[in-house]
């Protein structure tokens, strides 16, 4: 389909239902090429008899980064199949484009040297992150320049080589979150990338809260059922533009296999995405008033996602579940849990870590689509699990060293890290 027909499209179904355009968006032509399901286009190189023409094409890209008219060339530059779950993405983020990878580390990468391609190598940003975006960001791997702040400290924070403003919302793993409207404001001229993998567009759009760069680990609802990786930038046609040269040079493209498996997954985004906050709900609430849990983390956004700090030990929780997964990554089918100073922000300093409220008796769980009735039976036994082995670590004579606390468990209020008092 050319970029008019596209648009054309976009303009007569902008005022579909969320729940439509998952179903429907990237597959507007199937009909008119006597398809119903998407194919899969698996060719690496495409036939050229006209040499001059493609030499052309090629040189326009090269120049603009704006996508090929007429048939592909190269994999590495686009394919088609890839491109339907980019134009489907980028209608359920309401943004003009979007631009897939990899994986979301190969996503961000490429916003952080786009912006590095012209002078702009300082970050400002907040935690809590991904722990890889953290380190990524820290690291200076990329020749980047980071300063860490909260939502408040943003607008003292931007320099004239300011090139990005990068915020999580709801955080990993503490499910932190922050007023997108209000940072976008703090940002002024300097483009607010938010990581919406959490939310997904389902129950946030960042683009219509002033954000200019949405980011998804597109392996976590997106794909929604823990067998394809990848990652996804939606934003405007001129960033999209610089994404897709750095794609080019990089080789970090999206294999086929995996946009056709991440567009059948945006088909069924609205209601897994939907099911799982429920039940993620209501074991929040359960745990809420649970004596074994100090503390609870659930954004007021909702979500599939469940943070909680136990008064025991947390790394017996993780060994005793049985019908849980214990496993990183989320936004599976499946209910997976973890630890996250171990594991996803172990990379991140220590100090940084307990600062931002990644705790040692934080786990984070991502609920799926089982029963809730069975996932909190397997939660209350394995809670039981880690009571039962505290009160046993006792001397020789019987004697018991260390107590379970039977103080009521809190729920954090999620607003922002300084809405998160324990652990941090």
Known sequence: MDTEALMATST??????????????????LAALGLHAPPIDLSTTYPSYDSRGEAERIDTFAATGAKLDGPPVYARLDNPTTARFETAL???????????FASGMAALTAVLLVRASMGLRHVV????????S?????????????TWTDPAGIAEAIRPDTGLVMVETPANPTLAEVDIRAIAHSCGSVPLLVDNTFATPVLQRPVEHGARIVLHSATKYLGGHGDVMGGVVACDEEFAAGLRQVRFATGGVLHPMAGYLLLRGLATLPVRVRAASASAAELSRRLTA?????????????????????????????SAVRLITPAVSLGSVDTLIQHP????????DEGDRQASGVGDRLLRMSVGLEDVE????????????????DRTEADPHGVVHRQVSGRPARTAAVNGPASHPAGR
Request: glycine share 10%.
């Open 12 to 29: 007569t179904t902008r005022t579909r239902a969320l729940a439509t355009e998952a179903v429907h968006a990237g597959r507007d032509d």
């Open 90 to 100: 980028a209608r359920l983020e309401g943004a003009e484009s979007a631009v897939s």
């Open 125 to 132: 940003a907040v935690r809590p992150l991904y722990g890889c």
């Open 134 to 146: 953290d380190h990524l960001l820290g690291a200076g791997l990329l020749g980047t320049e980071v």
């Open 290 to 318: 649970d004596p074994r849990i100090a503390q609870v983390h659930y954004p007021k956004l909702g979500g599939a996602m469940v943070s909680f700090e136990v008064y025991g030990d947390p790394y017996r929780v993780i």
């Open 341 to 348: 100073a171990s594991i996803s922000h172990r990379i991140v």
């Open 374 to 389: 069975d996932l909190w039976a397997d939660l209350c036994q394995a809670l039981s699990s880690q009571e039962a082995g």
